[in-house]
């Protein structure tokens, strides 16, 4: 990921909040083809002594599977939130060009299978069905439908070697104009537009 110092973080903390925030991420393996392969599912950060590993599983019909049973090195990328940043909210208006807004996450490593896939797969969804009023416990289902969801899946671990964050969020624009994004954002009817404009204006309170 190319990052201008401007735009780098590698706070730990700030990371963890944004992949646990916006955990739907893209698992990217380059396979024997010479072409990259790429998954969209959610992945989970877990911090311990011996380092970060994110956590998730695949179709065990997808081709993917060989990368996480071979060890394979592997890319997670994951996109907070983001959104088209009109000149029309500076001052001067011209000469100004627009630019897109946004933060990410990128952590390279390598994969493995996980050896015990119904902890990865309770974990998961204890944490997204941490927010329900009523929450689905995964420890209620019978154990032979568990064992026969299980054999369609494997779930594997990611074990981190670098990671690094990028936030582009008018840091590098003069205050007004960071501002006057903020505003227009703010004034989106879309929801994206508006969680940009919070974390712009979280970006810039943090700064202060």
């Known amino acids: 990921m190319y990052r201008p110092p401007a735009f780098a973080f590698d706070d730990e903390v700030e990371i963890d909040r944004l992949i646990e925030h916006y955990p739907f991420g893209v698992l ?3 396979e024997g083809d010479g072409f990259p392969h790429a998954t ?3 992945m989970l950060a877990q911090r311990s002594e ?3 590993r994110l956590i ?3 179709a065990r019909a997808n081709p993917q599977c060989d990368a996480i049973r071979g060890g394979a090195p592997a890319l997670a990328v994951f996109t907070g939130a983001h ?5 029309s909210w ?3 208006l011209y000469p100004q060009v627009p630019t897109w807004n946004y933060s990410a996450v990128h952590a390279r490593g390598y994969l493995r299978e996980a050896s015990e896939p119904q902890a990865i797969l309770a974990h998961l969804t204890a944490h997204f069905e941490a927010s329900f009023e009523r ?7 019978d154990a032979s439908f568990v064992e026969k969801q299980v054999r369609g899946i494997v779930a594997f671990e990611l074990l981190v070697e670098r990671i690094d ?6 840091q590098n624009r003069e205050a007004r104009d960071a501002a006057g994004a903020i505003a227009g954002l703010r004034a989106s009817g879309e929801p994206l537009d508006r969680a940009c404009a919070a974390e712009m204006q979280r970006f810039f309170d943090r700064r202060s």
Not at 165 to 170: E, I, Y
């Open 40 to 42: 969209h599912l959610p």
């Open 83 to 87: 959104a088209y940043i009109s000149p």
């Open 50 to 52: 011996s380092g970060l």
């Open 56 to 58: 998730g599983h695949i």
């Open 28 to 30: 990217v393996t380059a």
């Open 135 to 141: 929450p689905w416990e995964f420890a209620k289902l």
């Open 165 to 170: 964050g990028k936030a582009k969020l008018s």
């Open 90 to 92: 500076y001052e001067p």
